[in-house]
């Protein structure tokens, strides 16, 4: 069965465990909050963008508000955060995570930023009983990952929802004669792309798209401006992107650079932070979130 909460049931599930565990004999001077993330490395950038941004504003947004109300000491603990760089290494995060859970024993852990991480560090969260509460990993199997790991808690549809909703409104803009059949793909190497593409070209061959281009870039690439060169070759009216959101940027801002105008750009990608949102106001040239974003382009 799969588990679905509001952001009220998240701050009542983080409330929740923040007294787990051993017994406080005395009242605390502060509640820690933990978590080991991509601060450095490939995966910097997506955390940086759509997790950790998020996870500062919580904790001083409760302090601002006095702290983190505790029934046992009829009054309100201030949050001290305890972050911690892994650098983009999963293993390592792995194990900075059960150190958190295992010596330091903090009663809130954090989980970290993407599919990959998260998919990697959830048998440790089972076993020491802490939720983790997942706003940037998605799967087609998120039963059977629920069933093996029961403190896991998605936020994001499946995949194959995702790229279902994609499809058929493409279908539609197929359907008045809008745009051609005609598709170009990039994906990013990584568990994210992974989980999206599966279901993409099984999706888009049903709606009688054809792919007439294709193309996987490594995490933290910095220039496909030559990928874009090969896709405009191929002469696609869609330009689909399954990719982080500093790739999404990238992607539409290469592809203005080198010309290469497409009657319509979607994107399928991590959802963007609500501050991260207002600073990127200004960049109009991209778009990007949870589901697939589209603009249409005049021919």
Known sequence: MRKFFNLAAVAGTLAASAVFGAAVAQEPKSIKVGYAISLSGPQAAGAMLTTVPNYRLWVDDVNKAGGLMLKKYNKRIPLELVEVDDRSDNQDMVRQVERM?????????????????????????????????????????????????????????????????????????????????????FVVQHPFGVEYSSSLKPALAGAGFKVVYETSYTLGVA??????????????????????????????????????????????????????????????TASSASAASTRTRPA
Request: glycine share 6%.
């Open 223 to 284: 220039d496909l401006s030559a990928q874009i060169n090969a896709a405009k070759a191929a002469k696609p009216d869609t330009l689909i992107a399954i990719s982080y959101p500093p790739d999404t940027f990238m992607i539409t801002e290469q592809s203005i650079a080198n010309a290469s105008r497409r009657r319509c750009g979607s994107w399928v990608s991590a959802p963007l932070s609500p501050t991260t949102r207002a600073s990127s106001a200004t960049r109009s």
């Open 101 to 185: 859970m295992s010596v330091d024993k903090l009663p809130i852990v954090l989980s970290p930023w993407g599919t990959g991480p998260n998919l990697q560090v959830a048998p440790t969260f089972a076993k020491f009983g802490y939720p983790q509460i997942m706003g940037t990993a998605g799967s087609d199997k998120l039963e059977d990952f629920v069933q093996k790991f029961p403190t896991m808690f998605w936020f994001l549809s499946k995949p194959g929802e995702q790229i279902k909703a994609l499809v058929d409104m493409l279908a539609e803009q197929k359907g008045k004669g809008k745009i051609s059949d005609a598709v170009a793909v």
